[in-house]
């Protein structure tokens, strides 16, 4: 029985070499150690030894037990060390390395004034409202009292689409579509694009944004007084307070009194130049008090309210803003012109 033992080791452990893979260890085991493998079989097989020579058998079975167990033990650590150090070789981490540089990007110079332009409103107490670009003729015209064959439906040269629908021509929808849904107070900035049938020029896109802006609460509290204050306090917040802002009489079918706002040159502060035709001033906005067939056509008593309303071009706006000469290069993305607005952005943001 000794020579059975010693003849088991020596095979166990012939089989457990240095380079012996899993399947091979794992074979061994189940074999030699297993429930029904050779040492337990002879543990079984005790039983028949003479009562003396048992210990000693029983001591070299315990023996070879623990000395296998060791040899796997040890084979199996080396095997998953090995697979660790396979895996970490493979991934190549230089930790030392600079880390991956991942571009940003950044606000465009035109997002950026339309966001600045309706956080001086809101500091102002309006409150913003987005509303639809595909309107259809009543919202962007009727009930902004342009009459059925007035020539300034052709002014806005409409972008027609099938179903009596259209690509609003400005912002103003946004007056009827909040006061359609809600009664004074109310006010209110409606940001948003725009389209026209014009072709993209120094001056003029056929798709571009406005920011339609409109106060109304019970009549006689809010005046013409208050357009003036409104508009003056947004046009020095945004421009800076040394600006030159005037009020000149005009025409909207939308509103009544009507009147264009021009501010003084940025170029030439007011002296006269090339830019602003000597004039010493440039057109920024249009606005009135808002028309009572307005009123009415939402619903409202013009007797019992009334209020003001203004709108203005964003990229227009930015242009005179940033000293940029060419509309073009806003919808170009051109990143030579867009990057230099990329600090700017950062600051804002
Ligand atoms: N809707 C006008 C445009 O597109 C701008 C405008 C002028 C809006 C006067 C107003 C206003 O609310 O009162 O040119």
């Known amino acids: 029985m000794r020579e059975q033992l010693e003849e088991i080791r020596r095979r166990a452990l012939a089989e457990l070499g240095d380079g ?32 003396a020579e048992r210990p000693a058998l029983g001591r070299l079975v315990n023996e070879i037990k623990s000395e296998l167990e060791g040899r796997i ?10 697979a660790m150090e396979h895996a970490l070789g493979a991934a190549q981490i230089d ?48 009930a902004l009292n342009f009459p059925a064959d007035h020539p300034a439906r052709e ?34 900035v409606c940001p948003g694009n725009c389209y026209r049938r014009d072709e993209l020029s120094v001056r003029a896109s056929p798709m571009f944004s406005q920011i339609e802006g409109f106060m109304v609460d019970r009549a006689g509290a809010i005046t013409m007084g208050h357009l003036k204050g409104v508009i003056s306090e947004f046009l020095r917040a945004f421009f800076g307070q040394g600006i030159g802002v005037r009020f000149r009489a005009s025409f909207f079918p939308f509103t009544e009194p009507s ?14 130049c090339r830019v602003c035709k000597q004039s010493g001033w440039t057109e920024i906005l249009g606005s009135g008090m ?26 227009r706006t930015s242009l005179l803003k940033l000293g940029v000469d060419d509309l073009r290069l806003f919808f170009e993305n051109d990143l030579r012109f867009l990057g230099q607005f990329r600090s700017a952005s950062e600051a804002a943001s």
């Not at 629908?165 to 006010?187: C, D, F, K, W, Y």
């Not at 009147?259 to 006269?272: F, K």
């Open 259 to 272: 009147a264009e706002v021009d501010i003084s040159c940025l170029l030439c502060a007011g002296a006269g």
């Open 73 to 82: 033990a040890t084979l199996s650590d080396a095997l998953k060390r090995a």
């Open 155 to 188: 002014m806005q040269d409409t972008f027609f689409l099938p179903g009596g629908l259209l690509l609003r021509t400005h912002t103003s929808n946004g007056q009827i579509r909040v006061m359609e849904q809600r009664r004074p107070p109310l006010a209110i």
């Open 290 to 315: 808002i028309h009572p067939n307005v009123l009415r056509a939402v619903g409202y008593d013009p007797a019992e309210y009334q209020g003001f309303a203004f709108g203005m071009g964003v990229e």
């Open 20 to 51: 012996a893979v899993e399947a091979a260890i794992e074979n061994v085991r189940v074999r030699v150690l297993g429930r029904t493998g050779e040492l337990t079989e002879i543990m079984r097989a005790m039983r028949t030894v003479p009562n």
């Open 95 to 142: 930790v030392t390395l600079p880390g991956m540089h991942i571009p940003r990007g950044w606000l465009h110079p035109v997002t950026l004034s339309r966001e600045r332009m309706l956080e001086i409103f809101a500091a102002m107490g309006f409150e913003v409202v987005e509303t639809q670009d595909v309107e259809d003729d009543f919202h962007n015209f009727g």
